[in-house]
């Protein structure tokens, strides 16, 4: 039961505080960037007993790999046509070659595929900021020797051990020690030592498994505090908006807390989320700190991840000043509720902007069991499964269907409505995939589909985990390995963690970088299949996410997709009736799973009738995209054909089963209508590839 502060005293007029009109939005753009090489000579590890003690960067010494030449851009192998730097496990010290952007800004974006045109993060900003506050210098001085001092303290430790031979055997209270150390240095390493929770290519797996339970709670800073901050950036006295408020903060973290209120005008109940106050500098001047010591460990981080230090820091501190901005959560709100916009099973709380600002955000308060309680969730009668399958298509929607995707989603930030929706909060931590890197993302589905490990390679290196031009051959047989074991028993045995915890073994093993994005993919995939198998230790997360790519698959119309669907349907130029098939099968399952949630049962619900298709699955469109590419595409026409008469056989059995599955999900008169009304279009694309083949020719 929350305990409320007493009733604030009625007042006449409410004024508000205007919301920022400027964003720091995220476009697609397409960027040609000049190539620039340099070679880089490696360099002897002095201390690199006590680095491979830690940290993946620093390796053992093993032999050079034999080369293979890879085209990043289409995934395509060739021999000869451009220069590779050879794929070494880590510590080798050969001279590598690597491609490298004019900043670690600009590479970033290269690889993201998209720009941000008004940055709150730049090296340059964060400079200027910390340097132009009186007291700087000794503020820097003094905050550097405290870092330095604790860090080499700690490192001089991990170094006896080293010397001792007893590193291995204090493992887990060195790393125990290095959890309390990045909570005594306060909230920037408390974020830090989160996102090494997520990067085995930086920081050793048991040393990770410690810092996934560094938790951000730290003790609420004074109420008269939170209150003078929310009524300097309202403008007005805190009764003349509110007529009541939590005595008691519902949630503290170490940039900001959290209150429940009642607004005076509406009596609406609302969450008032305000910043820690005198955070921001705090978190400049580590920042600062950070990328200055990120320099010295540059020819390290470059010979072990392809990649200098600084940009790893460049990642870092752009999310964290996204997260103290509370203009940009705002809108991260906004876009979320745009984008579920028609979803009735998914819960995005409203933003209140004219009551908001860069310190203070008043969102609505979401009335729903947080997934910290369990046993609360089962207790109250809620469809288990249903819930389960609705968090899951939510979550793959975000990653696959709109690029924006909530980073941080553990139990605390989700919520269980107690009409089966899955409910999201705190949109500080979101991250953004662009239309490339959401192809490439499905085009690995599709390769581990066909068990194409050579392609699931490149794909590493085009969602930029791997340096542009890096020989993949030595990974792919351990692709080969980690994907066959977790599958070996068969996709209803697959889970996330066991696959995460070989892939991390890969990464230790190469210099493969995981860029900040995809380690909050990771993060986020982990955290909701805890989620899962913490509410149902049977549950098989795979079931729901197999069925939901396999609906993208047929339903979707987008190009990209259409020609990713060809590549699962044809293997080694034969066409896989029982795949498709299994695909319609799947994509009607997800379907019923989907209709089968409590939430879609409601009466008279808004938005009713732009969810009809979705009752059933629609393959209308998908025939009519096949029908036309088979009369205009030759090589698709003749494909079908030979899969027609394969074995010397007509297969006409396996024509028929698949029309018993999709006669009902297929409107046959529109069908013929369109094929109708296209007939001239068709015609003369026929026409158009007949002369070019005749051309061709001659």
Not at 106 to 130: H, M
Not at 354 to 363: P, Q
Not at 463 to 475: C, E, M, N, Q, R
Not at 642 to 647: G, I, N, Q, R
């Amino acid at each position: 039961m929350d305990v409320y502060a007493t009733w604030l005293p009625n007042s006449s007029d409410m004024g508000c505080a205007c919301f920022p009109s400027t964003r720091a939005s995220c476009f697609q753009m397409q960027r040609v960037i000049s190539d620039r090489k340099c070679s880089l000579a490696g360099s002897k590890d002095m201390y690199a007993g006590v680095l491979t003690h830690l940290s993946p960067l620093a390796s053992r010494s093993r032999p050079a790999l034999a080369l293979r030449i890879s085209n990043s851009a289409s995934g395509v192998s060739s021999t000869s046509s451009r220069r590779t730097t050879p794929l070494r496990k880590r510590g080798e010290k050969d001279a590598v070659t690597l491609e490298k952007s004019s900043s670690a800004m600009e590479q970033l974006d290269f690889e993201r595929g998209v720009c941000i045109p008004f940055r709150k993060y730049t090296p340059e900003t964060v400079r200027n900021k910390v340097l132009e506050s009186r007291g700087a210098i000794l503020s820097l001085i003094g905050r550097g020797v405290e870092i330095v001092w604790s860090l080499g303290f700690y490192w001089s430790t991990l170094m006896y051990d080293f010397l001792v031979g007893r590193d291995e055997e204090v493992v887990p209270y060195r790393a125990r020690q290095l959890r309390n150390l990045l909570c005594d240095l306060g909230p920037s390493f408390i974020k830090a030592g989160q996102v090494l929770a997520n990067r085995p290519d930086i920081i050793r797996e048991d040393y990770m498994n410690e810092l996934c339970i560094l938790q951000d709670d730290v003790p609420p800073f004074p109420n008269q505090e939170a209150f003078s901050i929310i009524e300097e950036e309202l403008g007005q006295p805190l009764e003349k908006i509110f007529s009541k408020i939590s005595a008691r903060t519902i949630a503290a973290a170490s940039l900001g807390q959290v209150y429940r209120a009642t607004l005076r005008d509406s009596g609406e109940d609302v969450a008032i989320k305000v910043q820690r106050p005198g955070i921001e500098p705090i978190i400049y001047r580590d920042l600062f700190l950070f990328r200055t010591l990120a320099s010295f460990l540059n020819g390290i981080s470059l010979q072990k991840l392809g990649c200098n230090a600084e940009l790893i820091v460049d990642e870092f501190g752009e999310k964290l000043l996204e997260e103290l901005d509370y203009t940009l959560e705002a809108r991260n709100i906004e876009d979320f509720l745009e984008n579920f916009k028609n979803d009735p099973t998914v819960k995005i709380p409203r933003v209140y902007k004219k009551l908001s600002g860069s310190r203070v955000l008043v969102m609505e308060w979401i009335d729903g069991i947080r997934g910290t309680n369990p046993q609360a969730i089962k207790e109250a009668g809620i469809d288990i499964n249903g819930f389960l399958t609705v968090g899951v298509s939510a979550a793959l929607r975000q990653l696959l269907e709109f690029g924006l995707f909530h980073g941080d989603p553990h139990p605390g930030n989700i919520f269980a409505m107690r009409d089966g929706r899955i409910a999201y909060v705190d949109f500080g931590n979101v991250a953004v995939l662009s239309q490339q890197n959401k192809q490439i993302l499905i085009d690995a589905v599709v390769h581990a589909v066909n068990e194409d490990y050579v392609e699931m390679a490149n794909d590493f290196t085009r969602l930029g985990f791997l340096a542009s031009g890096t020989d993949v051959s030595p990974i792919i047989p351990a692709l080969e390995a980690i994907w066959q074991n977790s599958v070996g028993k068969g996709l209803s045995d697959f889970n996330f963690r066991s696959v995460t915890g070989k892939f991390n073994q890969l990464v230790y093993q190469y210099p493969i970088r995981i860029p900040e994005r995809f380690s909050l993919v990771i993060r986020s995939l982990l955290t909701q299949e805890g989620i899962c198998f913490t509410l149902e230790p049977d549950f098989k997360f795979l079931e729901v996410a197999y069925p939901y790519v396999a609906k993208r698959l047929l339903t979707d119309p987008n190009p990209a997709l259409r020609e990713r669907l060809i590549q699962v349907l044809f293997k080694d130029g034969v066409f896989q009736w029982k795949r498709l098939e299994n695909l319609i099968v799947l994509a009607k399952e997800n379907v019923t799973k989907m209709n089968n949630n409590p939430a879609l049962q409601v009466k008279n619900m808004q938005r009713t009738r732009d969810l009809q298709f979705e009752r059933k699955l629609d393959l209308t469109n998908t025939i009519k995209d096949g029908a036309r590419m088979f009369l205009v595409d030759a090589s698709i026409r003749r494909q079908l054909i030979l899969a027609l008469t394969e074995d010397s056989k007509l297969h006409i059995q396996e024509l028929v089963d698949v029309y018993r599955l999709v006669e009902d999900d297929v409107d046959i008169p529109s069908v013929a209508v369109n094929v109708i009304q296209e007939l001239p279009a068709v015609t003369r694309d026929i026409m158009l590839s007949w002369s070019e083949s005749i051309l061709s020719d001659r």
